[in-house]
């Protein structure tokens, strides 16, 4: 059993570090239940160099002080209010705040509420607070792995000619929730025949048909951490092409696994992946990035893209997902889920060997 405190003080050192200011604002719920343990959905978390606050209005007083420790819980009516009265009696003259989750709304209230307080956006590298993972963390995206498998491992036998996409994710949201997920990653893709070659197809009422790929994208949540992994089906054989552009996918996606490694550049595993389609003609119909970081969001760095030139770290948890779009016919896309180590990765998700023939 981990000691909540030290755990939450490390993460609440990682910030500061990576914020590089004395005095900071966070508003993202994510980070609020990362650096604290609260996981309401309203609040606001101020942090000074040896101090934290966590303001929360009248519905989370109680939950707040269930679910955290150590933390001086402040309750608010108008949450701007709220900070300009913590920052007033700290004295407080500089606040560096994320930017990216806190609108020009709520900013402009913000600064009408702090005239004499100078409100700094934080570093971009803030987006790197959650990216490793503790052994904690890891456990819990795994049991949220194993739902998810099990749901789909159950749903296998409804893939056949005449079920629909919409029937297909129904069933296999049903199946995650009944086998202990507290929530879905995203919503489930399920797509057959040509609308597998729709990245983010929405299932519909299009049926599955005879010599039909289906692609299935889906994730569990387990105690707030997600899975995501995309695996792919034949309804009958698949023709002699899009059986090679599967093979290659899956090389693909191979390669990239196998430099999966700390100190190498999330870029570099883009490029092995997609360099290896364009060598084999399909580099055109991989339209996105290689992977990103999975945690309490779905999407979270890193980003495994073209260019990204931050490196791997032991801990951090990403999915590979290379893939080919052909528009109108079919696509392909295999995802699974790594745990970068020193000298190599743990893939996380159970992997399929070639393509599953229903």
Not at 72 to 101: H, M, P, T
Not at 278 to 298: A, I, P, Q, R, S
Request: aromatic share 8%; net charge negative.
């Amino acid at each position: 059993m981990h000691d909540d405190r030290v755990v939450y003080t490390k993460r609440c050192e990682r910030l500061r570090r990576l914020a590089e200011a004395d005095h900071l604002l966070i508003i993202n719920e994510t980070n609020i239940r990362y650096l604290t343990g609260f996981t309401g959905g309203d609040g606001a978390l101020l942090v000074g160099p040896d101090w934290m606050i966590l303001l929360v209005d009248g519905r989370y007083t109680t939950q707040a002080s269930l679910e955290t420790t150590g933390i001086e819980i402040v309750e608010f009516k108008v949450r701007a209010d709220g900070i300009a009265s913590v920052l007033q009696r700290k004295g407080i003259r500089f606040l560096g705040f994320e930017s990216l989750a806190v609108s020009y709304g709520e900013y402009l209230k913000l600064r009408d509420a702090l005239p004499h307080v100078s409100l700094q956006p934080l570093s971009s590298r803030l987006d790197f607070l959650r990216a490793l993972k503790d052994d904690q963390e890891v456990g819990e995206i795994k049991k949220a792995i194993k739902i998810a498998e099990k749901a789909l491992t159950d749903l296998r036998s409804f893939i056949k000619p005449g079920v629909t996409e919409a029937d297909l994710a129904v069933e296999l949201d049903y199946r995650m929730r009944r086998g202990g997920a507290g929530n879905l990653s995203f919503d489930t893709i399920a797509a057959s025949g040509p609308n597998t070659a729709l990245p983010h197809a929405i299932p519909g009422n299009r049926r599955v048909a005879e010599g039909d790929f289906v692609l299935i994208d889906y994730g569990a949540v387990y105690n707030g951490y997600h899975s995501d992994e995309t695996r792919m089906f034949c309804v009958g054989s698949p023709s002699p092409r899009q059986r090679e552009a599967y093979n290659a996918v899956l090389e693909a996606h191979d390669r990239a696994i196998a430099a999966i490694r700390e100190g190498v550049a999330c870029g570099e595993i883009d490029r092995i992946a997609r360099s290896f389609l364009e060598h084999n003609g399909l580099g055109k119909y991989f339209t996105h990035g290689t992977g990103h970081g999975v945690g309490l969001d779905v999407h979270e760095a890193p980003r495994l893209s073209t260019g990204r030139e931050d490196l791997l770290e032991a801990g951090m948890v990403v999915t590979v997902e290379p893939g080919v779009y052909f528009p109108g016919e079919w696509g392909i896309r295999i995802e699974d889920m790594a745990l970068v180590a020193k000298d190599g990765c743990e893939v996380l998700t159970t992997p399929f060997e070639g393509l599953v023939e229903l």
